[in-house]
């Protein structure tokens, strides 16, 4: 049983040590020791036999300390006809046999936790070198106590059975406010609890509204019940409370404590549920087993043509069928965002595989132009449609974007069309015409250098262009600049550069649809 320290960053407060161990197992012993020491320290060690079975949890044995000379009135000092005090006067201990159980829970290699109900106890919890802090669900809003508790270096658990919305949302804040290593848990002060007023629900309303908060779960439900505290850990809950008893002949046990054979099915379905839930912290690792399972029941490419080393394979180049075959490329890798190229000549009906193609990933390059057009339509406070499409042209290749291309949204393509085109800074877009469509420039931002049949001009914000068919236009922006284009029917074959080698790149366009 040992002290696992986290690092965790509670919202609104600075990250923090965390000395509130994982999968923390809390025993509650409160008044189960029965005023004598000798049974208290039987209990702590009975369940240190328990616990010494289940690896993988932490565990604490908890106490609740009250100074009743001065917690209870003197004018009711001897009332026994009220259950509480007359309980808690029955099972009053001495400081040095509370001492003596304390220096038992550490022995058998418990962590110490205690409850104080009133502040003198906080001092004694702190001198007796307890490990934990607990606050009770009846001292949630006990702000006296909280204040001292506050005061102090321990951790604190508080259980919320109760409480009201805005008083955890109050506890919370002071507690990180004052960058404390705190937790809450979960809790229903029904003794024992019925199966319908467990709200086990509850863990994820916590978990939900107070993020980096560590939830928990109390228990007091029927001992025998292992389902809940199963359920528990599957919602997110790692600290779990469980009130415990030893029965003799002299001591019975309540109706809410469990003895040891009931809690060690209770570990049993907690280590049960742990093992079934799994992983939180990352997106977990498939097996081999499972890849080849999955593999196999998907289709993989083949070409649907005779294809040349060096070609890249698009959509018409492939169909996919079953089966797969090791390596294969499938249906699953198959994206607009990933380019295949043939490695080497490949026959119609061949396989395309990892061995014979290279990948080219492009969809980081493309994310970043995204943003770069997202960037600068925001400076120019530009506002675009949600429908409009997105054009990215590279002319010579995405690699070489960043110097030759520009960005196209188009807005409406009817009779008339209206575009934005986006000239990040430093790119050039090649010399061009057009044979049928007369398109207007209007610049809304930023400078542009335009040539028009080699005539260059520049152009600012408000200048207005007017380009006819044929005319050879390219243009380029040192530092950005964004143009409404206004023309007449935009064709896609009705685009002419003066360079062939664009010509010849049949893959200069990528076209997004959804990218605001």
Same mark, same amino acid.
């Given at each position: 049983?040992?002290?696992?320290?986290?690092?965790?960053?509670?919202?609104?407060?600075?990250?923090?040590?965390?000395?509130?161990?994982?999968?923390?197992?809390?025993?509650?012993?409160?008044?189960?020791?029965? +005023?004598?020491?000798?049974?208290?320290? %039987?209990?702590?060690?009975?369940?240190?036999?328990?616990?010494?079975?289940?690896?993988?949890?932490?565990?604490?044995?908890?106490?609740?300390?009250?100074?009743?000379?001065?917690?209870?009135?003197?004018?009711?000092?001897?009332?026994?006809?009220?259950?509480?005090?007359?309980?808690?006067?029955?099972?009053?201990?001495?400081?040095?046999?509370?001492?003596?159980?304390?220096?038992?829970?550490?022995?058998?290699?418990?962590?110490?936790?205690?409850?104080?109900? @009133? *502040?003198? $106890?906080?001092? &004694?919890?702190?001198?007796?070198?307890?490990?934990?802090?607990?606050?009770?669900?009846?001292?949630?809003?006990?702000?006296?106590?909280?204040?001292?508790?506050?005061?102090?270096?321990?951790?604190?658990?508080?259980?919320?059975?109760?409480?009201?919305?805005?008083?955890?949302?109050?506890?919370?804040?002071?507690?990180?406010?004052?960058?404390?290593?705190?937790? &809450?848990?979960?809790?229903?002060?029904?003794?024992?609890?019925?199966?319908? @007023?467990?709200?086990?629900?509850?863990?994820?309303?916590?978990?939900?509204?107070?993020?980096?908060?560590?939830?928990?779960?109390?228990?007091?439900?029927?001992?025998?019940?292992?389902?809940?505290?199963?359920?528990?850990?599957?919602?997110?809950?790692?600290?779990?409370?469980?009130?415990?008893?030893?029965?003799?002949?002299?001591?019975?046990?309540?109706?809410?404590?469990?003895?040891?054979?009931?809690?060690?099915?209770?570990?049993?379905?907690?280590?049960?549920?742990?093992?079934?839930?799994?992983?939180?912290?990352?997106?977990?690792?498939?097996?081999?087993?499972?890849?080849?399972?999955?593999?196999?029941?998907?289709? +993989?490419?083949?070409?649907? %043509?005779?294809?040349?080393?060096?070609?890249?394979?698009? *959509?018409? *180049?492939?169909?996919?069928?079953?089966?797969?075959? @090791?390596?294969?490329?499938?249906?699953?890798?198959? $994206?607009?965002?990933?380019?295949?190229?043939?490695?080497?000549?490949?026959?119609?009906?061949?396989?395309?595989?990892? $061995?014979?193609?290279?990948?080219?990933?492009?969809?980081?390059?493309?994310?970043?132009?995204?943003? *770069?057009?997202?960037? &600068?339509?925001?400076?120019?406070?530009?506002?675009?449609?949600?429908?409009?499409?997105?054009?990215?042209?590279?002319?010579?290749?995405?690699?070489?974007?960043?110097?030759?291309?520009?960005?196209?949204?188009?807005?409406?393509?009817?009779?008339?069309?209206?575009?934005?085109?986006?000239?990040?800074?430093?790119?050039?877009?090649?010399?061009?015409?057009?044979?049928?469509?007369?398109?207007?420039?209007?610049?809304?931002?930023?400078?542009?250098?335009?040539?028009?049949?080699?005539?260059? %001009?520049?152009?600012?914000? +408000?200048?207005?262009?007017?380009?006819?068919?044929?005319?050879?236009?390219?243009? @380029?922006?040192?530092?950005?600049?964004?143009?409404?284009?206004?023309?007449?029917?935009?064709?896609?074959?009705?685009?002419?550069?003066?360079?062939?080698?664009?010509?010849?790149?049949?893959?200069?366009?990528?076209?997004?649809?959804?990218? &605001?």
């Amino acid at each position: 049983m040992n002290v696992i320290r986290n690092e965790r960053e509670f919202e609104g407060a600075a990250a923090a040590q965390s000395r509130i161990p994982d999968r923390l197992v809390v025993f509650e012993m409160a008044n189960n020791h029965m +005023g004598d020491t000798d049974h208290g320290v %039987r209990v702590i060690e009975e369940f240190a036999k328990v616990a010494k079975d289940f690896e993988g949890f932490n565990f604490a044995f908890k106490m609740q300390y009250r100074q009743l000379d001065t917690f209870i009135h003197p004018d009711f000092q001897d009332r026994m006809d009220i259950k509480y005090i007359k309980r808690f006067s029955e099972t009053r201990l001495s400081r040095e046999n509370t001492k003596r159980i304390v220096d038992a829970i550490k022995s058998n290699g418990f962590l110490a936790m205690c409850t104080p109900f @009133d *502040d003198e $106890s906080v001092e &004694l919890v702190v001198d007796d070198g307890f490990d934990i802090l607990k606050i009770a669900s009846c001292s949630f809003t006990d702000w006296p106590l909280l204040e001292r508790a506050g005061q102090t270096s321990l951790p604190i658990i508080a259980s919320t059975a109760a409480a009201q919305l805005h008083d955890i949302d109050q506890i919370v804040a002071f507690m990180q406010n004052r960058h404390k290593d705190f937790a &809450l848990m979960h809790c229903v002060a029904a003794y024992p609890t019925p199966d319908a @007023d467990l709200e086990l629900n509850q863990i994820d309303f916590l978990k939900d509204r107070y993020p980096g908060v560590r939830i928990g779960y109390s228990t007091h439900e029927n001992p025998g019940e292992t389902m809940a505290v199963a359920m528990a850990i599957a919602k997110g809950a790692d600290i779990l409370e469980k009130h415990v008893a030893v029965p003799t002949d002299e001591y019975a046990i309540n109706a809410y404590s469990a003895t040891p054979d009931q809690v060690r099915a209770w570990l049993e379905s907690a280590q049960r549920a742990y093992t079934l839930a799994g992983q939180t912290e990352d997106r977990i690792e498939p097996t081999k087993d499972e890849l080849s399972a999955l593999t196999a029941l998907q289709r +993989g490419a083949f070409v649907s %043509r005779d294809v040349k080393a060096g070609e890249r394979l698009k *959509d018409e *180049d492939v169909f996919m069928a079953i089966p797969t075959q @090791d390596g294969h490329v499938t249906a699953n890798n198959w $994206s607009k965002y990933t380019h295949y190229y043939a490695a080497q000549d490949l026959k119609k009906g061949e396989p395309v595989l990892q $061995s014979n193609t290279r990948a080219e990933n492009v969809r980081e390059k493309i994310y970043g132009i995204v943003q *770069d057009v997202k960037s &600068l339509l925001d400076t120019a406070r530009i506002v675009v449609p949600g429908e409009a499409a997105l054009e990215i042209s590279h002319h010579y290749g995405l690699e070489k974007f960043d110097d030759y291309g520009i960005t196209m949204i188009t807005v409406v393509n009817r009779e008339y069309c209206k575009k934005l085109i986006v000239v990040l800074p430093g790119q050039n877009h090649p010399e061009q015409y057009h044979n049928k469509k007369e398109e207007t420039f209007h610049v809304l931002h930023g400078e542009l250098r335009l040539v028009l049949d080699g005539k260059e %001009r520049i152009c600012r914000p +408000g200048d207005v262009i007017t380009v006819m068919p044929g005319v050879r236009h390219a243009f @380029d922006s040192e530092n950005g600049s964004v143009i409404e284009e206004i023309s007449s029917t935009h064709f896609v074959d009705d685009s002419f550069y003066t360079d062939p080698k664009i010509a010849e790149n049949k893959d200069r366009k990528t076209f997004l649809s959804y990218w &605001l």
